[in-house]
């Protein structure tokens, strides 16, 4: 059920929503809201209060505004700042707060819930506020309240701890302003300020009369006698001013055409003491013909004891002519919006589409469900429900696919009055999905990165540390100090080696990392490596085998090393004692190709693709048996891609791996 329009509210309802670091950002934004501007606070930060404790508690200390909390069936009051509780989420209702329990432990975009509910409910009265957070929650109801003809506030960016949040709503251009949070209040005081400005009674009057002037019908009120005393809105199409003494005699002003008519209604009137009305009155002047209606109501003034007539003149061409003018009005606005709208009949045969459908939709006539494959199971059952019902929807989510086009829409409809039709909402929400995708996926690579770093800087450091108090207790001479020494060495050069991959790894992000191409003998810088690693190949009991051809190479022999070490490294790490490792290099089709193959674990099909993403191992377990941060693999795709040459993989489980280098003979990048 569509929620009721909140009539009995304050002049302005303010939505904020916060996430991670939006508490000192609260902190600032309530120190500075306005304390009589009539505006409704409610804040909504969806942290649990182990992470922040009560909020109520923390931010009334720096308001000059009540500050409460939300319970059941809450209604906001002006000039008050109300919080919704941890882990809930709200709407608003009928003029009052109702709280979402989670579910499953977690409410999916609280801010965006909150927000939605408002626009519908205050509408152009709505403010919106995004402050810090993660994700992209709040920037879809940012949208809505703009839609509804409210104004949106997105926190500064660059004043956010976590800036997500402020940066998702103002790349999908769902934010009026951008403040820092100590400015946002000054701003609403500043907005009520505007508001209130000038004196209420002067403006209705302005107001009125320009309303009166352009839109009111034509009037006039005339005596017992027929003399004019007063005149409303544009009278000329139907009197004419006349000099002498008949200059306010209504019945000699009248132009031909109506003049009769006028003086017909109005003696019935003054005889009868009632209402009479003429319709369909031809009336021309010069080359414009006039259908008017003519209505006469006698008016008693009670304390004076008199009566008179007010004569109202209703053009149907100037009524016909402003129904043209909201009509286009009404299109050019549907024109401007940007998303996709259509409206179908009972049939659901298309009937009218705005600009927005057409570019989506290349083919636009017929059954909408035509146009492409639609995947949402009983769509045609729930939009024909909704134009049976009158009931509309919204969030209908649905795959869509046009030959090769594919989209994620979330569709609305609303059936139209006075006509078995529907309007249809399309909205792509396509690109707000990647974005989570994409944060969703930079934060598993952020705890993946966190929880490797975590284990494997530990390790050396935990050799150094047992090994430098083993030394406390030895004598000079003990021979144990110098296995001591050459462990600790070996463990600071381990540590070492990982700063440097992951400075290498932040440096390839961000094209920094220097590679140096020159001239040069690559059979021998692969030798040279299979020599360096061949003792760590006898300590696992593998046999390399190698077969270099002669080759030279334009390449940065300190990153071809690299290569060449992490692959062979790699292989060695995931191959079982007993196991073969084959290296090859050789000049083939315009390419030097360097091939490594082991006959280790191999790789599941699912697998395969992870490859060379970073902190990402075969090995998944806790335990990371193998140790390693997993970024080896994606610095080589990196490093191939700098040398212009392409990297794959081969993999089966349980029957070895290989991996495949191409670089281009004679350049790089």
């Known amino acids: 059920m569509r929620p009721v329009r909140w009539d009995a509210a304050p002049q302005r309802i303010v939505g904020i929503g916060a996430s991670t670091g939006g508490l000192e950002a609260l902190r600032l934004l309530v120190a500075g809201l306005p304390h009589d501007a009539g505006m409704s606070f409610v804040i909504l930060q969806h942290l649990p209060p182990a992470q922040m404790g009560p909020l109520a508690t923390l931010l009334g200390p720096h308001s ?131 508001v209130a400005a000038r004196h209420p009674s002067e403006l209705e009057r302005k107001v009125d009369g320009l309303l009166l002037a352009r839109y009111a019908p034509a009037s006039v009120v005339v005596d017992e006698g027929f003399e004019l005393v007063q005149l409303r809105g544009r009278t000329g199409p139907y009197l004419e001013p006349l000099p002498g003494s008949s200059a306010r005699d209504v019945l000699a002003m009248a132009r031909e055409g109506i003049a009769a008519e006028l003086r017909d209604a109005l ?35 009670i304390a004076h004891g008199t009566r008179q007539f007010l004569v109202v003149f209703e053009s149907i061409v100037d009524d016909l002519r402003a129904s043209q003018v909201a009509r286009d009005q ?17 049939r659901l045969q298309i009937v009218s589409f705005n600009r927005a459908f057409a570019d989506l939709f290349p083919s636009r006539t017929g059954d909408l469900l035509r146009l492409g494959h639609w995947h949402a199971p009983g769509i045609r059952e729930r939009l024909l429900e909704a134009l049976g019902s009158g009931e509309g929807f919204e969030h209908l989510e649905t795959e869509h696919t046009d030959g090769d086009r594919r989209h994620l829409f979330q569709l609305a409809a609303r059936r139209l009055p006075g006509a078995p039709q529907l309007l249809i909402g399309i909205a792509d929400i396509g690109p707000f999905r990647e974005a989570e995708d994409a944060r969703e996926a930079n934060r598993r690579e952020r705890d993946a990165f966190l929880g490797a770093v975590s284990h494997e800087l530990r390790t050396p450091l935990s050799a150094i540390i047992l090994w430098t108090e083993a030394l406390r207790g030895f004598t000079r001479d003990d021979p144990r100090t110098k296995d001591a020494i050459g462990a600790i060495a070996e463990a600071a050069r ?54 270099l051809g002669e080759t030279t190479l334009v390449a940065d022999p300190r990153r071809l090393r690299q290569i060449v070490t992490n692959l062979v490294g790699n292989a060695i790490k995931f191959t079982p004692p007993g196991g073969t490792i084959d290296v090859s290099l050789e000049t083939r089709d315009g390419s030097v190709v360097l091939r490594v193959h082991d006959t280790g674990e191999g790789l599941p099909p699912d697998a395969v693709a992870h490859a060379f993403e970073p902190f990402w191992q075969a090995d998944g377990s806790t335990t990371r048996s193998h140790g390693g941060l997993g970024i080896g693999l994606a610095l080589v795709r990196h490093l191939v891609d700098r040398h212009g040459g392409t990297i794959s993989v081969a993999s089966d489980a349980g029957h070895g791996t290989t991996f495949t280098v191409r670089f281009p003979l004679l350049a790089s990048r």
């Open 267 to 301: 003696e019935r009137a003054r005889a009868g003491d009632i209402a009479v009305r003429h319709e369909g009155i031809t009336l021309r002047d010069g080359r414009e013909t006039r259908i008017v209606n003519l209505d006469v109501t006698p008016v008693r003034d």
């Open 64 to 194: 000059s505004l009540p500050v409460v909390e939300a319970g059941p069936r809450h209604r906001p009051r002006p000039d008050t700042i109300v919080i919704v509780p941890a882990l809930v989420g709200a709407e608003i209702h009928d003029g009052a707060i109702e709280l979402r329990p989670l579910e499953g432990g977690r409410l999916h975009h609280p801010i965006d819930l909150l927000f939605a509910s408002l626009a519908q409910v205050a509408g152009d009265r709505a403010i919106g506020i995004v402050l810090s957070g993660t994700g992209s929650d709040g920037t879809y109801g940012l949208r809505q309240i703009l839609a509804a003809g409210g104004s949106t506030i997105v926190q500064e960016p660059a004043t956010a701890r976590f800036d997500e949040m402020p940066r998702s709503a103002i790349a999908m251009n769902a934010a009026t302003l951008v403040l820092a949070p100590g400015d946002i209040g000054r701003e609403l005081a500043s907005l009520h300020s505007r």
């Open 494 to 547: 381990s540590e070492t080696q990982l700063v440097d991959d992951l400075l290498d790894l932040a440096l390839s992000r961000t094209d920094g990392l220097s590679v140096v191409p020159e001239p040069l003998d690559a059979t021998g810088v692969v030798r040279d490596v299979l020599a360096s690693l061949s003792p760590s190949a006898r300590e696992n009991q593998l046999e390399v085998a190698s077969a």
């Open 330 to 346: 009404a299109t050019a606005i549907v024109e401007a919006v940007p998303t996709p709208l259509a409206v179908v009949d009972d």
